[in-house]
């Protein structure tokens, strides 16, 4: 699995996809944000951080980027694209994702670990997950609250395409385990295609047991699955 | 008085810079403005052999204030130990650094910014993360957490409330946004506080140890280019604004004095600074931090013994028609002095320019040690380096107790100790006060886990960060009470060095090395300058106990608002080593049935405790002493037996005494917190005993079959020990009795007190003024 990190002036959870990927035995490379062409990679990942400082907007104007429009025809064409925290309000402002995370409902910058439930076990980024699965992953951001319009909600619950939600311990989604105000308690989406995933957590640092959790991990090695079956059905 | 340390030169050969059209003429008035007393201003005419103009006379001010030349301080910090083997850099560099082994050094260092943070929170306290990180990345090292170390009022006042949540935000948003852990730190309110918070931050970064530079300007001929962001007319003679005592006018007249901070151009020059230092093309860089492009050129000429030439005009400015004094003493953030190597000042440029950043050429080192500025070729400044840096006159002031505070000691608590019976109303209360209350409000707004190596986050201890590919982990706190050192300074200088190192070895590190940072209020005043002294010199003494060297500092004077000091409070950052990352202990209980183990005694003491002032709003009586022998004991004990793997937790007890940190171990992160059933039957008032803030006391649990074991290495290192109770189940009662008194609650009720209380006041809805 080769997968491009892509590093925008501000990011800084760059250096942990990178280590994240290399942990299940893929190949990580860094992309600077003015390269050009990823015609090379399995993967793409937009990390998290503060891309131009959040300035204007979470994620406004690192779309702009040059690689982002390579970052767009790779996702049109099927590639698979995860973007984590700021990763994720980049892939909704470049148009690959639905809706738009907002200020925090607190108004706060959020850091603490979450519960999320796995909605949906068939992603190419959730396959080594079971639904209905609490994992614990830690939250960092200021802008993570979700919202989308109404029409756009119910497609996005109908298709299953909610990926991840906050819940409490018992597995309910409940105002008190949403952290951040979010519609429907959304953690994480996918695209129609399911090829574009979006989380506000970050299972790039819920790795290691030694560092409070390692309920991460499935992302990754469902990734590496997912590439590994669908290069031997020749699907690609 | 005044200590000669530099014989001034005069140089027939001097240029004599000619005032500039526009500036005014240097009158005792303007030197008084600029903070230099007569006698300063004789041994300026000295060091120059003629009059200042106004410009030098700027320089002279800055690098001269309490802030840049310690002169209040240098003499008495002098005493403390700066050297042991592991150390390979200690005071007079931007950080210090120690050798952790395994081919790493750390580096670290703790910084206030009290005035700024006092007159604009947000980003006063944004702005003094940013420097710190630039005191580690100029070093060659790369941040690898923060921690803040906060005082403010009680929150009862809403300016207090507005102080406390703009600080934080201001903390968390920098640290947040550069993507560095926020790991630990410590806060108290105080009414002690009221007019001055306090704000230190402190920062850890590592390196390889070949990767280790300094800010010299070596070379002769090299380049001097200025990188990173643009100068502006912010922060105009902060370092003497920070020299002196604040009054209720601050407010408003102060605030050009406090510079804005951008994390986002923090973020590129930390990625560019580490870029360059591993290029080799330059052999020097500094942080352009308190004074400007004015200290960082001059103390990087200093320290090479070389001299440098700047012109104003090749600095990047934000506006134009700046002068050449609003250049030299901007403190404009996110700024870098680079000594480039002749030629490579192109490759200078590129990799700033990869990083979106300007760097332009600005001067040269030369060989004659002359500070000289020039404006477009016309010399405004040119002033002797080493007298400029080195020759600050320092002082030895007179110092002696106020009347004030050995009243306060004399005050005798013994009526505050009578209360028996059920004390769980008074528990609850002591659970519920912001000091002993959980800091999730805080440190949720603090991203911890960042870079993917924080092992311990907030909340514990210390906090702890691995090195990945080793086995190695280090730890950091910060520490002090306040109360405890404006009771009696020796002792509560001391108090801070030992929970400070408590609060390592409970994590399961050796204590290394500290940093300290010194806020006091005006040295001038015989009862300040009693308190500095008593504070260095305690310190000094811990150190040389525990084999833990200061390797840097800061010292912040003039914390007073309207004539009223802050309580004395010499903050320790102390840094620690872990040899085997999976040794890690938390404060947490963790297995129902373990038994609790107190190491230490209980003793009939509540002077400047938490339960006089939450009770009696006093802060009185006579502090706990603190026996350092027994204090190493007890630490080398604990680190004994969490490397036997015989111990689950370990917790220091300290605020609130045992029963609050009964409570805490209880509690844990709170999410899963446990009861536990405890019997105390030592013969002293039941209040000292749950309450009383005796120190040289930890608190650990261990299997039922382990429990010999423990009480064998205690008694192996003389330290007192016994079994005192046992953990309970989840959800279960935190019962603790004592002779004459007990207390005895849900632990989910004692959780929803402990982390209801912060959240409880700061986010009530306030009444609206309509």
Wanted: charged content about 20%; some cysteine.
């Amino acid at each position: 699995m080769k997968v491009a990190v892509i590093t925008f002036p501000g990011s800084n959870c760059d250096y942990d996809l990178y280590k994240a990927v290399q942990q299940v035995g893929g190949e990580a490379t860094f992309v600077w944000h003015r390269e050009r062409g990823l015609a090379d990679f399995d993967v793409v990942m937009l990390p998290g951080g503060f891309s131009y400082g959040d300035y204007l907007r979470a994620g406004a104007i690192a779309r702009l980027s040059p690689v982002m429009e390579d970052v767009v025809a790779f996702a049109r064409g099927g590639g698979p694209v995860l973007g984590v925290c700021n990763g994720f309000q980049i892939l909704c402002e470049a148009g690959l994702l639905p809706g738009a995370l907002v200020k925090n409902a607190s108004l706060r910058f959020e850091s603490r670990d979450v519960r999320l439930r796995v909605e949906n076990s068939e992603t190419l980024f959730t396959t080594d997950y079971d639904v209905g699965r609490i994992l614990r992953i830690p939250i960092a951001h200021g802008d993570g609250n979700y919202e989308a319009d109404d029409d756009t909600l119910e497609r996005l619950e109908g298709e299953g395409r909610v990926v991840f939600r906050y819940v409490d311990a018992t597995g309910a989604a409940t105002p008190e385990a949403n952290p951040n105000g979010s519609l429907n308690n959304i953690a994480g989406i996918v695209n129609e295609g399911g090829n574009v995933l979006g989380l506000m957590p970050h299972p790039e640092r819920s790795m290691e047991a030694l560092l409070g959790s390692d309920d991460g991990v499935g992302v990754f090695t469902s990734l590496m699955k997912s590439l590994a079956s669908s290069t031997t059905s020749g699907t690609q | 008085m005044v200590e000669g340390s530099t014989t001034p030169r005069t140089n027939v050969n001097d240029t004599h810079p000619h005032p500039r059209v526009g500036d005014p003429p240097v009158t005792p008035e303007l030197v008084a403005d600029h903070g230099l007393s007569p006698e300063e201003y004789a041994r300026v005419l000295a060091v120059m052999g003629r009059e200042p103009t106004f410009t030098e006379l700027g320089v002279f001010s800055a690098m001269w204030s309490e802030h840049c030349g310690y002169k209040n301080s240098k003499r008495l910090l002098r005493l403390l130990p700066t050297e042991a083997p592991w150390v390979i850099q200690g005071p007079g560099e931007n950080a210090g650094v120690i050798d952790i082994g395994g081919g790493y050094a750390l580096a670290f260092k703790i910084e206030s910014h009290n005035h700024p943070s006092a007159v604009e929170p947000y980003q006063g306290a944004a702005t003094g993360v940013g420097g710190i990180l630039r005191d580690i990345f100029t070093m060659g090292a790369r941040p690898i957490a923060v921690l803040d170390s906060l005082r403010f009022g009680d929150l009862d006042s809403p300016r207090v409330r507005y102080l406390f949540s703009g600080v934080v935000a201001g903390v968390g948003d920098y640290g947040n946004c550069v993507g560095i852990p926020n790991i630990g730190g410590e806060v108290a309110f105080d009414h002690g506080y009221e007019g001055n918070p306090i704000v230190n931050a402190m920062c850890l970064g590592l390196m390889k140890k070949e990767d280790l530079i300094t800010a010299s300007a070596s070379g002769v001929g090299n380049t001097l280019m200025a990188v990173g962001a643009r100068t502006g007319r912010d922060g105009i003679h902060g370092a003497t604004f920070a020299s002196e005592e604040l009054s209720q006018d601050s407010d408003e007249a102060s605030r050009p004095q406090v510079q804005v901070g951008d994390p986002f151009t923090e973020k590129l020059l930390l990625e560019a600074s580490l870029e360059l230092i591993a290029s080799g093309v330059i052999t020097g860089i500094q942080d352009m931090g308190a004074a400007g492009i004015t200290s960082s050129a001059s103390e990087m000429a200093g320290r090479a013994g070389n001299g440098v030439e700047i012109d104003m005009a090749l600095v990047p400015v934000r506006e134009p028609g700046m002068t050449p004094y609003e250049i030299l003493l901007s403190e404009s953030q996110e700024r870098m002095l680079v000594v480039a190597e002749k030629g490579r000042e192109d490759d200078v440029r590129r990799i700033l320019e990869k990083w979106e950043l300007e760097a332009a050429v600005i001067g040269r080192v030369t060989d004659d040690g002359r500070f000289r500025v020039l404006e477009s070729g016309t010399v405004v400044a040119d002033i002797p380096a080493l007298p400029l840096t080195q020759g600050c006159p320092t002082y030895e002031r007179e110092g002696r107790e106020s009347d004030e505070v050995t009243a306060s000691r004399a005050i005798d608590l013994s009526a505050h100790a009578e209360p028996t019976g059920d004390l769980t109303d008074l528990f609850l209360k002591m659970l519920g006060s912001p000091n002993i209350a959980s800091k999730r409000w805080i440190y949720h707004q603090y991203d911890t886990t960042v870079r993917t190596a924080t092992v311990a986050r907030p909340g514990g201890d210390a906090g702890v960060v691995r090195i990945r590919g080793t086995r190695l982990a280090v730890a950091a706190t910060t520490d002090c009470n306040g109360r405890l050192v404006y009771l009696h300074p020796r002792r509560g200088t001391l108090a801070a060095m030992a929970e400070a190192a408590r609060n390592l070895v409970c994590v399961g590190a050796l204590p290394t090395a500290i940093t300290n940072n010194l806020n006091f209020g005006n040295p001038l005043k015989p009862h300040i300058y009693y308190q500095f002294r008593e504070a260095v010199r305690a310190m000094a003494d811990a150190c040389r106990a525990f084999e833990t060297p200061v390797t840097g500092g800061n010292v912040s004077f003039y914390n007073e608002t309207d004539g009223r000091a802050i309580y004395p409070t010499p903050v320790v950052g102390m840094v620690g080593v872990v040899e085997d990352v999976d040794q890690i202990t938390g404060l947490a209980f963790r297995n129902e049935g373990d038994a609790v183990v107190l190491l230490g005694r209980n003793t009939d003491e509540l002077g400047g405790s938490e339960y006089v002032y939450v009770t009696a709003g006093l802060v009185a009586g006579e502090p706990p002493d603190v026996d350092l022998i027994a204090e190493r004991s007890l630490q080398q004990a604990v680190l004994a037996m969490i490397r036997t793997g015989a111990i689950t937790s370990a917790h220091d007890c300290s605020d609130g005494g045992l029963a609050c940190a009964l409570a805490e171990s209880a509690l844990g992160s709170g999410d899963a917190p446990v009861g536990v059933d405890i019997e105390i039957d030592d013969d002293l008032p039941p209040v000292a005993v749950l309450f009383g803030e005796a120190q040289g006391r930890v608190l650990v649990s261990c299997p039922g079959d382990r429990v010999g074991e423990v009480l064998a290495v205690a008694e192996d290192h003389g330290v007192p020990a016994r079994r005192i109770g046992t953990v309970g189940p989840q959800g279960g009662e935190v019962r603790v009795r004592v002779r004459g008194a007990s207390v005895s609650v849900p632990v989910d009720r004692l959780r929803d007190v402990w982390i209801g209380a912060l959240p409880g006041i700061m986010d009530a809805p306030q009444v609206s003024e309509a």
